[in-house]
Every structure is written in structure tokens, then in C-alpha cells.
């Protein structure tokens, strides 16, 4: 499966922010993301999921069913990077598929979400 790349900008970030109702200042404060040491906003950790699951659809196609995800999160990811979501298949069975997943940030090789997996239908 070829990699999946997305670079995350501060637009993107505030549209998920709105969708999911998630205002925390780390997301967008640089007053508040100076104090901390921070020079950039902190991308949402919970939007790798949708970048995964986009990732899903791309590689099995939009008929696919996505049963189960699961993520762990491993290190930052700031407004303005490019994230690379990568995915091998472990098993295939009977129509069900199940996916180790990973997710880098392009450019630098840091793991920003590690182990990941999912399971699917495949049409």
C-alpha cells in the first residue's frame, strides 16, 4: 500500500476543532503555546484516527467497512507538518481484513502514532 500523506495546517485544524467541539488552547494559542515552550499549535491527537480511517478507504476503497481502529500516541505532531500514513496487511480472511498501521511525520522519520491496527470488510 502506498503511503498516505497529509500536511495538517492550522485551517484544517480549527475545521476539526468545530467539529468535534474540541476549543483547547494548545490547538491554537500562541500566547498560551509560548508559555509552555511550544513555537507552534499541537495537532489534535484524535484526528489521526480520521486520517487513518481516510487512509483505509483509500487503500481498500469506499465500500469498505471499517469495524474496529485502535492508536497509541507516540510524540507531537505541529500545524504545518506532514504526516505519512503507512499500513500492512497481517491477515485477509473470509472478506475480513485486519491492518497494522503507523503514522511519521514526512520529512524527520518521528513516529507520531504507534501501534495502530485495524480491522475491516473489504468488498
Avoid at 484544517?12 to 515552550?37: C, F, K, Q, S, V
Avoid at 465500500?63 to 506532514?82: H, Q, Y
Avoid at 499500513?87 to 475480513?96: F, I, L, M, Q
Amino acid at each position: 500500500m502506498s503511503p498516505f500523506e497529509r500536511t495538517v495546517e492550522l485551517p484544517d485544524m480549527i475545521a476539526y476543532a468545530g467539529a468535534t467541539w474540541d476549543w483547547h488552547r494548545l490547538h491554537y494559542d500562541a500566547a498560551y503555546l509560548a508559555e509552555r515552550g511550544l513555537d507552534r499549535p499541537v495537532v489534535d491527537g484524535q484526528v489521526f484516527g480520521a486520517y487513518l480511517a481516510m487512509a483505509l478507504r483509500e487503500w481498500f476503497g469506499g465500500d469498505a467497512v471499517i469495524t474496529d481502529l485502535s492508536f497509541r500516541f507516540k510524540s507531537l505532531v505541529f500545524a504545518g507538518e506532514t504526516i505519512r500514513c503507512l499500513g500492512e496487511v497481517t491477515r485477509e480472511e473470509d472478506g475480513v481484513v485486519e491492518v497494522d498501521l503507523r503514522v511519521e511525520v514526512a520529512g524527520d522519520g518521528r513516529v507520531a502514532v504507534a501501534p495502530a491496527s485495524a480491522v475491516l470488510r473489504a468488498p
